[in-house]
């Protein structure tokens, strides 16, 4: 009865690896296959000649920055100026007119600066 008991086990353990082994087999795989691409990224190493260029370029960007805003301040400053000069224009203007008038009511020839008779 052993014997048999031993057979009988034996049996059913083959019987449950060639199961296994069909089924294993019989799942399909599509011949799907799974890739992972890596990707490291590494920093550029720079050159003494790229880090000269690259200091020379911002210097450049804040020449031009500054050069914008001197020339704005410029800009603003001339206008001041004109509306002064504007003012002394007119002001000069009034004076020489009331000189005129001085000059013709004392008899004084505008020219010569010398008297002339009064009538």
Do not use: H, W
Not at 49 to 56: G, K, L, P, S, V
Not at 77 to 89: A, E, F, G, I, N
Not at 101 to 108: F, M
């Amino acid at each position: 009865m052993k014997q048999n008991r031993y057979l009988l086990v034996t049996g059913v353990v083959t019987v449950i690896c060639l199961i296994a082994a069909a089924v294993s087999t019989a799942i399909p795989d599509n011949g799907k296959k799974y890739e992972v691409d890596t990707v490291v990224d590494v920093p550029g190493y720079k050159t003494d000649a790229a880090r000269a260029i690259d200091a020379y370029e911002r210097l450049m960007d804040r020449y031009m920055d500054l050069s914008e805003k001197l020339i704005s301040q410029v800009g603003s400053d001339r206008q001041v100026v004109s509306t002064k000069l504007d003012s002394l224009d007119s002001r000069l203007a009034d004076i020489s007119t009331r000189l005129t008038r001085i000059e013709n009511a004392l008899g004084i020839d505008p020219n010569s600066g010398a008297i002339v008779k009064q009538k």
